[in-house]
């Protein structure tokens, strides 16, 4: 079992940036591939970013690159997200995940460990 808790949310002005962090517990995260979803109010869950157990891997959501950049320090049992020229359609409940095959990072469904989510909110 993999505890998940995520930090680093907060209200930001646009523009603005944000480093989130999930730091685990109960095993280490070096074998699993890593993502970031989000979550806004009546939507569904999306795909924001992930990172292989290696580190050597990334890729994202259209809507956030070139703005948002994941990355991971096993040694620290931690995987960031840098979040920087926020825009209002950022806001939304942000959460890690882990998944242990890596085989569709897009689906939240393979996804086998959840944080509670931490919340980003963007004014305009």
């Known amino acids: 079992q993999v505890q998940l808790v995520e930090s680093g949310g907060g209200l930001v002005q646009a523009g603005g940036s944000l480093r989130l962090s999930c730091g685990a517990s109960g095993r280490t995260l070096s074998m699993y591939t890593m993502g970031w979803f989000r979550q806004a109010p009546g939507k569904e869950r999306e795909f924001v970013s992930r990172?292989?157990?290696?580190?050597?891997?990334?890729i994202y959501a259209d809507s956030v690159k070139g703005r948002f950049s994941i990355s991971r320090d096993n040694a620290k049992n931690t995987v960031y997200l840098q979040m920087n020229s926020l825009k209002p359609e950022d806001t939304a409940v942000y959460y890690c995940?882990?998944?242990?095959?890596?085989?569709?990072?897009?689906?939240?469904?393979?996804?086998?460990?959840w944080g509670q989510g931490t919340q980003v909110t963007v004014s305009s």
């Open positions: 995940a882990a998944d242990r095959l890596g085989r569709n990072p897009r689906e939240p469904n393979e996804y086998d460990f």
């Open positions: 990172i292989s157990w290696t580190g050597g891997n990334t």
